[in-house]
């Protein structure tokens, strides 16, 4: 056909010019001499992904959109020799991608007449650079992502998650304290430079599980619009992998490393935790940590106690924030958000209890809260039986917590009883006749009693369901090096 046969021409031609006609070449390798990534190879390649050129290249990946009904064309740099032909300034520029057989590295290849070459490479490297700051400005107003690292090299996807510092309960000094914080490290470039010292600002996370050494940090990333790179530990070899993830993590982005006592704790291995330790302090402060501007580093910790304290002295770590478990004024603004209660006739007796000390972390009053939404009274009679209880709910498998909480319901019925097991409301008589454990007496109200004188099958299956209704992050294990 008439439009194969000019596909041909034009292919003969193309050939036949790159045999007369002299082309220059250009290498933009992805990684520099110490394995620092080349921005401008990021810059190419954000930049030729948005080029509707693209479909019409050798190669291309499909994926779904973030919308439901979108398709996005993106470049396959696993594979080779992949050509992408764009226009500047009335000349054709061809761009080829490249990967190094021995070290697996991508480049791209820029190709252009050499007549071409004063005209356009200047323009043309500018030209990508501003359509890049474009690109990355929108995708920032659209979507921030969230880097894991896959041992030596990192991965991204979009980061959701929906905190900020308007939905985490915390003590509002604290929350203003931070903001101020965040804020005047964003205006500080100038006095970082003046004093010799990097743009980075460090934070120490500490407290319990599940008080929200988490979703604070997403609070901050969001608040701060920054990527967040969480760093896996367990999956970092060495110290110098640790070095080249830092090294490839862009400027304006939280770096997070959580649990970090499961590393640094004498408790557990001394020659690891010190192996760890100086791979943390160069981390923190070493010379490598200097690559990139205005970063924030956050750790988290459920106990500084038993580390180094070295690793926490100011200038490595510059501002501590303590996450207790729930006290009462956190209890109310869960309260509030999760249950729409500003008030209530047990907020007394809530009070009292928390008074005599806090037993929940946030998480598991949430839980509480989420899994009896339909019925706020019954939501706050198992806070407060939970308290009065004195049941720590940390055990790491469901059949130890049911174990433990069972343990502690035979230590304890007698003197405390615990209503929040009950799933009625009002408390059930117990029958005249009935064996009760450690001399339980009628007049004392307690229901799940059987004749065995133990908590019967139905009691272990609300507890199984309580507890399942309980998220508790999975047990903190992790490979050491
Ligand atoms: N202070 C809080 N404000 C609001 N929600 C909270 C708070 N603390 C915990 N939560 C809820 O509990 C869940 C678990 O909290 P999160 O993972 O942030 O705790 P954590 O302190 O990081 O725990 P861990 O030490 O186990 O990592 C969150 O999804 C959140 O919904």
Redesign the pocket.
Known sequence: SKTSLLDILKKWLRLLEEKCCVYQYYKVPQFNDNMQENQLYRQISTYLNSLPCLEDSNFINLFSGYKSNEINLLLDDSNQNIIVVDNFLGARVCWINEKDDKTGLNSFVLKIRKKDKRRLLRPYLQHIHTKFDEIEQRGNEVMMRLFININRRWISVPFTHPATFD????EQDLKNKVKADLDTFLKSKQHYTRIGRIWKRNYLLY??????????IAAMANFLSYDVYEINLSKVSNNSDLKLLLLQTMNKSLIVI??LDIYLSYSCDKSAALTWSSAILNFMDGIFSCCGDERVMIF?M?NKDQIDQTVLRPGRIDFHMH?PLCDFN?FKS?ATSHLGLKDHKLFPQLEEVFQNGSVL???EI?EIMISNRSSPSRALKLVISAHQSHTKLLPSTTSDKIKTIQTNIEANVATKPPLWLSKSRSVRPVEESAVFPQGLRKSQSVRPVNELGTFGKESVNELSNFYGLI?I?SS?GGSRI
């Not at 939905?167 to 915390?170: E, K, W």
């Not at 407290?207 to 604070?216: M, N």
């Open positions: 939905t985490v309960v915390m407290g319990p599980s599940g008080t929200g050494k988490s979703t604070f959580e649990d988290t459920n996450f956190a869960l972390s946030h998480a949430s998220r992050r903190r």
